[in-house]
């Protein structure tokens, strides 16, 4: 049996070597170049520190696809995309290519994604029997993540790591967090996922608003699929679409260019690899008791089981955002118990990447005491 295509999930400088003085600032000979060695001192130092790896690296058993760039001398941090199974590796030098010089960068493509899931010997076709036979689990993937920053600290030589999750990563972040606080110096999370069950108040939710917008379309498909719980992920999917879609209206969107892909991913065999992966993972994600899969995201509590946090916690949220929505996150925010923590709500920013996101994630990024 062949899995389709369900849906394509959530998606995120400066050099002077001249100096003008003050009084003189409309005149080309008063540029003084006496600080010039320094400054290239510095660029030398820069590209001596200087780190671009990107490998496969065997984690928790099997071999999974970690990209590691910036300046050496730097704090890492480790970023967990969302989905899950939605790699944010091949857009990095577009999103995060300015973070490089005050932080080492580290992409991962979490198991079932992307290259990670293609190294890994899929099946040409997605069936139910390979879905069934490879589970995914959020303790497995919790684990993943701290074998992969033990890996880290080891092989960078360094103390501890900034951790940042999005989405799915952020579930998966407050687990990896709590679980092993000793790794790292902070969280940050972004649209964290509370308690992603789709109940009957949501789908009323989106209901109220597709009848709003007399949105006939949308509600063909609500009335269609039902009101949950759902059997089926296309199901999960089909509500999914209509909640981006209203997000998408109400909100600032990314630049074009930053989700598209970097030439050494756009080739047929990556293309390939994303899809199936998101494909796998969305399916493990909801679950799909006609396929036998259980779901993870049945197993997210975090206002249960992630409360206690022994290191700083930072949450970044849009206002627009309906899939985790403020009212969850402020509310878990509220009950979290941590040496710090700070809440940022962004205003026209719904669950996905802008450029306000990424302004907030590189503020929190240099205010974390990080050695």
């Known amino acids: 049996m062949k899995i389709t295509s369900l849906f394509t999930l959530f998606l995120l400088p400066f050099l002077c070597l001249a100096q003008i003085t003050e009084n003189e600032k409309n005149s080309e000979t008063t540029m003084v170049f006496a600080d010039l060695p320094t400054e290239i001192s510095k660029n030398d130092a820069a590209l001596k520190n200087e780190i671009s790896e990107e490998k496969y690296i065997l984690i928790n058993g099997i071999e999974q696809w970690v990209t590691i760039k910036g300046n050496s001398s730097k704090p890492i941090i480790l970023f967990l995309h969302g989905g899950p199974g939605s790699p944010i590796s091949p857009y990095i030098d577009v999103l995060y290519k300015d973070l490089e010089k005050d932080f080492i960068i580290v992409q991962w ?14 099946p040409e076709e ?9 589970p995914l689990t959020l303790e497995l993937m919790t684990n993943d993540g701290i074998e992969l920053s033990e890996y880290l600290l080891k092989h960078l030589g360094k103390q501890k790591i900034i951790l940042f999750g999005t989405s799915w990563g952020s579930a998966l972040g407050v687990k990896i967090a709590t679980k092993r606080p000793d790794l790292f110096y902070a969280y940050v999370g972004h649209s964290q996922i509370v308690n992603p069950t789709i109940d009957i108040e949501f789908y009323n939710k989106i209901y109220k608003m597709a009848e709003g917008r007399k949105d006939n379309d949308a509600l063909e498909i609500l009335n269609t699929i039902g009101k949950p719980p759902y059997s089926s992920a296309k199901n999960v999917g089909l509500l999914f679409r209509i909640v981006k879609k209203y997000e998408k209206a109400n909100s600032t969107p990314a630049p074009s260019n930053w989700f598209e892909l970097s030439p050494a991913y756009d080739n047929e065999k990556d293309n390939q690899n994303r899809s199936d992966g998101d494909d796998y993972s969305f399916v493990h994600y909801t679950g799909d008791s006609i396929l036998g899969v259980q779901s993870m995201s049945a197993s997210i509590n975090s206002m249960k089981d992630n409360l206690n946090f022994q290191i700083p916690i930072y949450l970044i949220q849009g206002n627009e955002d309906i899939l985790t929505s403020k009212e969850k996150t402020k509310k878990y925010f509220n009950k979290i118990k941590a040496p ?32």
């Open 126 to 134: 997605l069936s139910a029997e390979y879905l069934k036979a490879n």
């Open 109 to 122: 493509d979490q198991r079932g994604t992307g290259r990670t899931y293609g190294r890994n010997s899929p």
């Open 340 to 371: 710090k923590k700070s809440y940022y709500l962004l205003p026209k920013t719904a669950h996905g990447f802008n450029l306000q996101v990424l302004e907030a994630q590189y503020k929190i990024f240099k205010r974390i005491k990080a050695l």
